[in-house]
């Protein structure tokens, strides 16, 4: 088992490996999108949203195209200069959080795509009550491998026994304080097996674990799955946990 390095740190770990991010990780499926209007009782279409941990903007660009006045939040230099490249025409200010940037009640929505467990909650939860308006909707999100299937739920057993208890998915909870709702979306992408292996790479975990163990784990992942998958097509599961709390 890995020793683990402070969150902060491992959230960094991304800058280095922005494209890679960008070009590899899933997006989300537009039923995340419905069912996050329905839990906050309103349409995102010509609602201020703020999108913190955008990223490279996977949920950004989403939310815009939904008709949200989106801007974005990044604290990461390498992420910050993908998300510019990939969405010119999106606000982003740089900051994180524990820390926003943001003008006091001047939001509807404010959303975190995979990045609230990056945040410290009795910092970012006065944040989020601070720059929300009066009934506007904190939305967390984390979207995760469905370990119902099986060779699934034995790869992440092995990154279980890698990591321990910071794997990639791990601190990931509702934080107390705002009472949430809550709706899972189950939905699958077909993708090649490169893609998928260089997806798992992209984790902070295997970030911070370095290129020699990364490519060792890795490898031994391309050996198991091109067995399983011999045309070389990987069908990933997925299971997108939403929590929308009215604040």
């Given amino acids: 088992m890995t020793s683990a390095p402070a969150p902060r740190i491992r959230a960094r770990s991304f800058d280095a490996a922005a494209a890679q991010y960008s070009a590899n990780r899933p997006g989300y499926p537009g039923e995340l ?13 010509g609602a201020r949203v703020a ?3 955008a990223g490279t903007g996977i949920a950004t660009g989403p939310l815009r195209a939904r008709g949200a006045d989106v801007v974005a939040v990044e604290p990461g230099d390498g992420m910050a200069a993908e998300f510019r490249r990939a969405n010119p025409g999106i606000p982003l200010v740089r900051g994180d959080g524990d820390r926003l940037p943001l003008v006091t009640s001047g939001f509807d929505f404010l959303t975190y795509a995979q990045a609230w467990h990056w945040t410290d909650p009795a910092r970012s939860v006065p944040e989020a009550r ?17 370990p119902a ?5 034995e790869q992440d057993e092995r990154i279980r026994t890698l990591f321990g208890a910071e794997g990639p998915a791990a ?17 699958s992408r077909r993708i090649p097996l490169e893609v ?19 490519q060792e784990f890795v490898g031994a992942e391309r050996a198991r799955l091109t067995a399983l998958f011999p045309d070389g097509t ?6 997108v946990t939403l929590g929308v709390a009215l604040v």
């Fill in 196 to 214: 998928h292996l260089a997806n798992l790479a992209s984790h902070s975990a295997f970030l911070m674990l370095g290129p020699a163990g990364t």
């Fill in 130 to 146: 601070r720059v929300l308006r009066p009934g506007g909707a904190l939305a967390l999100w984390w979207n995760d491998m469905d």
């Fill in 149 to 153: 299937v099986p060779w699934i739920a």
């Fill in 51 to 53: 999108d913190v941990g």
């Fill in 33 to 45: 999108f419905d069912a996050l209007e329905t839990l906050a009782g309103r349409g995102l279409r």
């Fill in 234 to 239: 990987v069908e990933e599961r997925y299971v």
């Fill in 171 to 187: 601190r990931r909870a509702l934080p107390p304080g705002p009472e949430f709702t809550t709706r899972e979306v189950r939905w």
